[in-house]
C-alpha cells in the first residue's frame, strides 16, 4: 500500500507541475494579447478572455490537487 500511494503522490506532484507550467504560459500569452492589441476592442478582449481562461484553470488545477490530496490521506488513513 505505501508504494502506491508513493506512485500517487509523484503522479499528482508531476501531473500539478505540468499543469502550472501550462497555466503560466497561457497567463504570458493572454498578457501579450492584450498588450499588443494597440487599441483593437476584439484584440483586447481575446487578451481579456485567455487570461480569465489561464486563471480559471489554475483555479481547477489547485482544487483538483486539494481533493486528490483529501482523498489520498482518507485512503491512508484506511477509511
Known sequence: MESI???FAN???LGTSIAVVVAAFFLMLGGYQ???AG?????MEKGKTALFNAVAGLFII???RVIAGLVQSA???GL
Open 39 to 43: 487599441g483593437n476592442p476584439h484584440s
Open 11 to 13: 503522479l499528482l506532484n
Open 34 to 36: 492584450y498588450m499588443s
Open 75 to 77: 485512503l491512508a488513513s
Open 5 to 7: 500511494n508513493s506512485l
Open 62 to 64: 489547485m482544487s483538483a
